[in-house]
């Protein structure tokens, strides 16, 4: 039986494909501004991988933020719940996943049966999101994925003291200006963006098990220095994390056909820890 | 005696003259590289103007961002207690200061003495700075003189969702591409600066004198929506609102020269934003 998850997030779209609960394939492409021609594709590319069809899928879940457009999606479940999902069919003892996307970051709280008893998300303010090292890579003129390997050969990494993308930006310009090696410069925005990710996570309290997802964890340099700022290893999941969240969905998708959940809208948790993101919300509060 | 200003900022610089009785001169440049010799430059603008040589000034003050590197002031003061003072100093009665910068937004509460009872800041996040509108311009490729008057010819204004620069930066973009004409979507922008400035004000306790200083209260889309936000009349300076800061600076001058006693301490009470928090 094929159940297949799609995840259409604001930047990339994700597939996975299952045969009786085993990866069969995945597939990851840069997002269309149509969330339904961006599921089309990633779905089609990732079938054509497995040498499958449209009609081979016995149940699709679709997830992430155009999750609502996805024509070919019987179920619809949230990407907190897929996350979560994700991450504990590849590392069963994992508690706690840190997912950070193109537009937002989450840290979401399992118990062992998979459960997220709680979570917390910032996608109010650009900074501790994939967006940020996007603006920074283009500001430096070089591509996000070479973010972490420049960042491995930093001899004295900078401080960067603003937390606004905005201004930080401002504050790398003038850093390169001032002559500071591009490795310094990567390895203090990774240093930073890491500190604020991890108070986003310890706002609902850090647990052991530890598990970092989306495309940023691909980012060696960002993953070592949220270790750092967490203060405590990370678990590392095998397959691509930029999958997991699709991955979450076909494990959902699976478990329909196989009669384990009958109603995966009920999978859809609960109220959101409340997170300050910027210095507006604290003024309101 | 003839004293001075000289307001250094993260975008423009400022110097005021003053002599016993009213502002000969004022300048306004914009920031160099260096405080330094944006604050020589924009005091030899303001000298030439009024016809007077540097060695005239008895005593001269500075203020904001960049008023630790003032060489020829004799005093720095903090920029709240200089905006709160120039304020104060144009309207008697004025209790409630709003302040936005290049980079940042301030808000400060008078009593009925002019002294600083409570005050907010926010200089970490770029929305609800000057900062804001300088991205949006450049967005729409329009200068920053004409966003506010765009709002009087918006025929259906739009909204921006989103506090965070970067977002409301994706929204206008998006408003672009669906052709929405360019007064709405300035709007938007103003309307948006102004929700996070009234947040602010609002903090610190709206009365009914309110008046508005730094260079975005020259935008007249912004004042008039903050207006309507927090429902009371705004104000207009007797002077460009750009100056009060400098001219504040140039008043604790000349009380300096009057009394030769210091008064020159920061305000208690007053609470920044830690945003550290994330």
Not at chain 1, 205 to 227: H, P
Not at chain 2, 231 to 237: A, N, S
Request: charge should be neutral; aromatic fraction near 4%.
């Amino acid at each position: 039986m094929i159940a297949a998850g799609c995840d259409v997030g604001s930047l990339s779209a994700k597939a996975v494909l299952l045969e009786d609960g085993e990866i069969i394939a995945t597939h990851v492409i840069f997002a269309r501004p149509d969330p339904a021609e961006s599921a089309e594709e990633v779905m089609g590319l990732c079938l054509e991988k497995a040498g499958l069809g449209f009609d081979s899928i016995d149940y699709c879940v679709a997830t992430g933020y155009g999750r609502n457009q996805i024509p070919f999606a019987k179920e619809k479940a949230s990407e907190i719940a897929c996350h979560g999902k994700g991450a504990q069919t590849i590392l069963p003892s994992v508690r706690m996943v840190i997912d950070i996307g193109g537009q937002d970051a989450k840290a979401i709280r399992l118990d062992d049966k998979g459960n997220v008893t709680r979570y917390v998300y910032n996608d109010k303010c650009a900074s501790g999101t994939g967006r940020f090292l996007e603006i920074m890579a283009g500001a430096m003129g070089i591509a996000v994925s070479e973010m972490g390997e420049i960042s491995t050969h930093a001899v004295n990494p900078v401080t960067i003291s603003n937390q606004c993308v905005v201004f930080a930006e401002t504050e790398i310009i003038s850093l390169i200006n001032e002559g500071r090696e591009l490795p310094d410069i990567i390895s203090g925005l990774h240093r930073a963006m890491a500190h604020r990710v991890a108070s986003l996570a310890k706002g609902i309290e850090l647990e052991d098990d530890i598990t970092m997802t989306g495309g940023v964890a691909k980012n060696t340099g960002m993953y070592s220095s949220l270790e750092e700022a967490l203060g405590r290893p990370l678990k590392q999941v095998t397959s691509d994390p930029q999958t997991i969240g699709a991955l979450g969905a076909a494990m959902f998708a699976h478990d329909a056909l196989t009669g384990k959940t009958n109603n995966i809208q009920t999978i859809i948790p609960l109220r959101a820890t409340a997170h300050k993101t910027c210095a507006f919300d604290m003024a309101q509060s | 005696m003839i004293v001075a200003g000289c307001d250094v900022g993260s975008l423009t610089a400022k110097a005021v003259i003053l002599d016993n009785r009213s502002i000969l001169s004022h300048a306004v440049i914009r920031a160099r590289m260096k405080p330094n010799e944006s604050a020589q430059e924009v005091m030899e603008i303001a000298l030439s103007k009024a016809g007077i040589p540097m060695n005239n000034i008895g005593f001269c003050v500075g203020t904001g961002y960049g008023r630790e590197r003032i060489p020829f002031v004799n005093k720095s003061i903090s920029e709240i207690t200089c905006h709160a003072k120039g304020a104060a100093y144009l309207m008697p009665r004025v209790r409630t200061v709003i302040d936005i910068g290049g980079q940042d937004c301030k808000a400060i509460r008078l009593d009925e003495k002019g002294n600083i009872v409570k005050f907010f800041t926010n200089d970490k996040c770029a929305a609800g700075t000057g900062r804001f509108l300088d991205v949006m311009c450049g967005l729409l490729k329009i200068d920053l003189e004409d966003l506010g008057k765009m709002n009087d010819r918006a025929e259906d204004p739009l909204t921006l969702a989103s506090t965070c620069t970067v977002w409301a930066q994706a929204e206008v973009i998006h408003h672009l591409n669906e052709k929405r004409p360019i007064p709405d979507i300035c709007a938007a922008i103003n309307q948006a600066m102004a929700g996070r400035v009234a947040i602010l004000a609002r903090s610190v306790g709206i009365t009914k004198e309110v008046c508005m200083t730094g260079g975005v209260a020259k935008n007249t889309g912004v004042v008039s929506c903050l207006e309507r936000l927090l429902d009371v009349k705004i104000r207009r300076l007797s002077i460009d609102p750009q100056i009060v800061g400098a001219l504040g600076a140039a008043v604790f001058a000349r009380q300096h020269c009057e009394k030769n006693s210091g008064v020159f301490s920061v305000p208690k009470g007053g609470v920044s934003y830690d945003s550290r928090r994330v």
